[in-house]
């Protein structure tokens, strides 16, 4: 969500080059996102394979990343997009970006299924797997997305740690402070700091 | 929960690691807190955007398997006539274990006085989905009869479909024999994978009833219950989310 009066509204948005020869992604306004997801509920073919070039990309990219195999991510992105094409009567471009709902309905599949299929156990605390490092190295990148990726470089090796853990691979709060060995609030405080961080780096991007 | 309770919990929240019954909790403040909603909505933005910086080329053919995904599910809900409408209530208060509580035991009583199992579960989940109307909560987005297998078996599942907070379903079965125990609920995906949603606990004789919460109905295209020995004995296929 976002609030009304936000200079995004104008301004350019994140987007990513897909695989999709169909409808070249290119920035959006607000109207042409409702259009969109207006298009979307009637299951129009052409308004799918939009959404797909825009956000296919990174829907698998975080399926594999929370979910480890290609297998399951494919999974994940065929059920995000139908989840997706369920919900666009709901979608109000006045109440947040387009990207925003998207991949937290994305998130939230993909917690659900390591939740369920994995246990969420926190043993052993996996490597230090940066965000900044993960991605694709093909040369289309837009320059928008090097941008996340360079504030993403920005945090803090613990703050990108935190995100990590949290974010992809599901762990709360007190899992990781007790992993960690580092007091609760202090995880919590950089959690928040991490994401007001990222939310920055789009408004540059956008602004 | 104060606005600092909330605000403590809000990064988590954004990053989808909340406990359900703070996540709920924190959904409800949210409704009505519009300071608060403005800062869970700068957290959800981070949170996209780490999202969004680890895009990954995806198979070449997935493409089209999305659309065919799509497509399936949108043929389904053709078949099946118009789209019940879809209908979200603002309250998303909702979404809590109290009123579930306090709604469980309507169904009981409504489900005692039923004439049988079947009746009882089906009587007994229409009459939750009133009740739940009533008070100004949700609208379910969907009704539909889980089919037994063979007997008496059957009842309904009733899907409702949260705005803000996650969505739920609500399953109420009856005439399920003790022997098979314990049954299990499962959600089927469009892929085919099956989620377990939960176990159904028995009420009393011949019955068995369960309400459940949990997140993103509309990943679900079926609903499956087994039993102790993994055979299916209800179904319920669900035309929309």
């Known amino acids: 969500m976002m609030g009304h009066g936000n200079p995004a509204a104008t301004g350019l948005r994140i987007t990513f080059t897909g695989g999709s020869v169909t409808d070249p992604p290119g920035p959006l306004t607000p109207q042409a996102e409702q259009e969109l997801m207006r298009r979307l509920i009637s299951g129009d073919e ?6 797909y070039a825009r956000f296919g990309r990174p829907v698998f990219g975080m399926g594999l990343r929370m979910l ?12 995000v997009f139908v989840a997706a094409w369920r919900k666009a009567g709901r979608y109000d471009a006045a109440r947040g970006r387009l990207s925003t709902w998207l991949m ?45 990726r360079r ?57 | 929960m104060s606005c600092a309770e909330v605000r403590d919990l809000l ?19 949210l409704a009505w807190c519009a300071g608060c909603r403005k800062e869970s909505a700068d957290l959800a933005e981070g949170a996209a955007v780490a999202a969004l910086a680890s895009p990954v080329a995806p198979p070449a053919d997935l493409e ?19 789209r019940v409408a879809l209908v979200v209530a603002a309250a998303v208060a909702l979404a809590s274990v109290g009123l579930a509580g306090a709604l469980a035991g309507r169904v009981q009583r409504l489900e005692d006085a039923a004439a049988t199992a079947r009746d009882r579960a089906d009587r007994a989940a229409s009459r939750f989905a009133e009740v739940l109307e009533d008070v100004g909560g949700a609208t379910p987005v969907l009704s539909t009869p889980l089919e037994g297998q063979e007997g008496d078996a059957g009842g309904r599942a009733l899907l409702f479909d949260a705005a803000q907070a996650r969505d739920f379903a609500l399953v109420v079965a009856g005439g399920l024999p003790r022997s098979g125990e314990p049954y299990l609920a499962y959600l089927v995906s469009p892929s085919g994978r099956r989620l377990e949603i939960g176990r159904l606990r028995a009420t009393g004789p011949g019955q068995l009833s369960r309400y459940r919460f949990f997140a993103d109905l509309a990943a679900a295209r079926d609903l499956v219950v087994v039993d102790r020995t993994g055979r299916t004995v209800l179904t319920a296929e669900f035309s929309l989310a």
């Open chain 2, 11 to 29: 990064p988590q929240h954004a990053l989808g690691v909340l406990p359900a019954d703070r996540r709920r909790a924190v959904d409800e403040h």
């Open chain 1, 46 to 51: 052409e308004a799918v394979r939009a959404l």
């Open chain 1, 151 to 207: 504030v993403l470089a920005g945090l803090s090796v613990g703050e990108r740690r935190l995100l990590h853990l949290s974010y992809f691979r599901g762990w709360t709060a007190r899992e990781i402070a007790e992993a960690d060995g580092i007091p609760l609030g202090t995880v919590k405080t950089r959690l928040r700091t991490a994401l007001i961080k990222l939310r920055r780096v789009q408004w540059k991007v956008e602004g």
């Open chain 1, 68 to 79: 480890g195999s290609p297998g399951a991510a494919e999974e994940l992105t065929q059920d």
């Open chain 1, 104 to 148: 937290a309905i994305a998130h939230n599949l993909a917690v659900d299924r390591l939740r369920r299929e994995s246990g969420r156990v926190p043993t052993a605390v996996d490597g230090l797997e940066e965000l900044a490092e993960v991605g694709v190295s093909e040369e289309e990148a837009l320059l928008a997305r090097e941008d996340v």
């Open chain 2, 64 to 82: 089209d398997r999305v659309v065919r995904a799509v497509a399936r599910a949108a043929g389904r809900e053709r078949r099946r006539g118009p």
